[in-house]
């Protein structure tokens, strides 16, 4: 059985305290007593790790720009977010156990279908980064009084307890969530919590006071009676006006010396001790929080721009792969328009080959896949409208090939390279996504090389995807249907040959090259006036040297 206080984990099926207790603890009591200038909060996110995953992001994060989609995708209102390097780790760590996707797609799915629900869990996480701003924010203490500050912390704190106790107004939760008002009601049933209530109203209302005023003609007070004073009685923390002027007596006779204010920041820190343990879990909680938020976010966003995303259905062995309106969220954050298409596979364990002219969206078309695949694989929307996707045991991805100025192999031995890196790391069931293979040598001993990756990768029974320009070939290879798993698909192109940015089955017939220098002024027209206009430009200058 888990620890209480672990309660309040949203991320996985069986809670846990992922965040280092000790050290947030340590940082809470800093940080109460004036002495933290922030990094609290996001220091403890980025430490925590986020559970067992079988996924390497080295192997997919950079090609695939997930930081940068993280940061200018994942938004809640118009803050940032407290750590976006945590938020990163989650979506780069898929869970091993497919039980945590389905915990986590059932928390998505209920603030879906109940936006109240989501706007409670707003409003929690708006409190939150408001005690973090009053606890962090504590470098001129010294501009106030100290206790007040820390009195204003705790009914914050109380407030966030009773906020988090209150059940969903439109029903009770199924998923999750239903851990927020567990969590609260344990904590408003513990004496911490009682003795927090009763500082505060300690502090709010010691005694009622009934006066009688007495107001002239001009409007101005005449003079005011004091009718009654009713002390609260039932507060632990107050004692008769006899009884508090023995005990200072008593504490002077036997030499101690402090005014009320010491006494109350005696009173305050042993009600903040009472309750550190159970503010620690809070901390966690913003970032399970800024993982369902940012990806509402994001789905806003996307609807906003008439865009639509899903939980796509988890596909068994043997089904087909499908994303219907498939987008580039990359697009997104750029502020392009993406173009959906529709992806329609008979089989998840294809090698499909997507031939087609350049810019005419081949690897905008492998982003889409890959994050698609990614955000599928930790439990969140997919930019489609709906869709059947199977997880996959890890995920490569090689779109970006940079020259280095300290590589040791030409163009032929660093693709011969990558070729090995992948082979030396993948498990069977996983994802391949590899942009222009074999693109940096000679056409026939690519072609061979490619082949030869291709039957191996079979072997294992990836879902693989490849572009490639080796378009003779990849019709070669349709044609003699020796390799099962094999799926061809191409840009399609409108009758002006330009593409569409929609995909069909079949090989492209040409890269429409032409088009493509023509379009970028590389014709051999075009470079001719640009040397007739350089020889113009260079003839006054070689005239002046004729002469001198």
């Known amino acids: 059985m888990s620890e209480p206080r672990a309660a309040l984990d949203l991320l996985f099926p069986t809670p846990a305290l992922r965040i280092d207790v000790e050290q947030t603890c340590l940082g809470l009591d800093l940080a109460f007593a004036g ?61 091993v156990d497919p039980a945590v ?153 036997r030499g101690y010396r402090f005014g009320d204010g010491e006494v109350m920041a005696r009173l305050i820190d042993a009600v903040f001790d009472g309750l550190r343990d159970e503010l620690a879990p809070l901390v966690q909680l913003v970032g399970d929080l800024e993982f369902y938020l940012g990806a509402l976010g994001l789905r806003d966003a996307a609807a906003a721009r008439g865009l639509a995303m899903c939980l796509p259905k988890l596909a068994e062995p043997g089904e087909p792969r499908v994303l219907e309106g498939l987008w580039n969220p990359l697009l997104l954050a750029s502020g392009v328009a993406p173009v959906p298409c529709d992806l329609r596979l008979d089989r998840h364990d294809a090698c499909v080959l997507v031939t087609g002219p350049n810019s005419g969206g081949k690897t905008r078309l492998l982003q889409s896949v890959g994050l698609s695949q990614v955000l599928a694989q930790v439990g969140l929307f997919v930019p489609a409208r709906a869709g059947c996707v199977m997880l996959g045991s890890s995920l490569v991805v090689s779109l970006i090939q940079e020259t280095r100025v300290d590589q040791a192999e030409g163009r032929l031995g660093m693709e011969l390279l990558r070729i090995r890196e992948l082979f030396e790391s993948l498990p069977p069931g996983a994802m391949v996504i590899l942009d222009e293979l074999c693109s940096g040598t000679n056409p026939s001993e690519g072609e061979e090389i490619f082949e030869l990756v291709i039957r191996m990768l079979t072997r294992l029974r990836p879902q693989t995807f490849i572009t490639t320009h080796f378009l003779a070939f990849a019709t070669r290879l349709q044609a003699a249907g020796e390799i099962d798993e094999l799926r061809f698909l191409q840009v399609e192109l409108d009758p002006n040959h330009l593409p569409t940015y929609q995909f069909t089955p079949g090989v492209a017939q040409t890269s429409l090259a032409g088009k493509a220098a023509a379009r970028l002024g590389v014709t051999g027209e075009q470079l001719l006036a640009l040397i007739e206009r350089n020889l113009a430009a260079a003839e006054p200058g070689r005239e002046g040297q004729g002469r001198a």
């Open 35 to 95: 002495g933290v200038a922030g990094g609290l909060f996001s220091d403890a996110l980025d430490r925590a790790p986020v559970g067992p995953t079988a996924w390497k992001p080295a192997s997919f994060a950079a090609d695939l720009f997930v930081p940068a989609f993280v940061a200018s995708c994942f938004t809640i209102g118009d803050g940032q977010l407290v750590s976006q390097k945590h938020l990163v780790k989650l979506v780069t760590s898929p869970p």
């Open 101 to 253: 996707v389905l915990h986590r797609r059932a928390v998505v799915d209920e603030l879906v279908t109940h936006p109240s629900r989501r706007e409670a869990l707003r409003a929690l996480y708006t409190d939150l980064l408001r005690l973090r701003s009053m606890l962090e924010g504590a470098t001129g203490a010294g501009k106030w009084d100290a206790n007040r500050r820390q009195l204003d912390i705790l009914t914050l704190v109380k407030k966030l307890f009773d906020r988090l106790a209150e059940p969903p107004a439109d029903g009770a939760s199924s998923s999750a969530l239903a851990r927020l008002s567990e969590y609260g009601k344990r904590v408003l049933a513990g004496e911490p919590y009682r003795s927090l209530a009763d500082l505060l109203r300690y502090d709010e209302s010691m005694a009622t006071l009934s006066l009688k005023v007495g107001i002239g003609a001009d409007g101005r007070i005449r003079g005011f009676q004091l009718l009654s004073v009713e002390e609260d009685r039932q507060n632990p923390f107050v004692s008769s006006a006899w009884r508090r002027w023995l005990a200072k007596v008593e504490l002077f006779v």
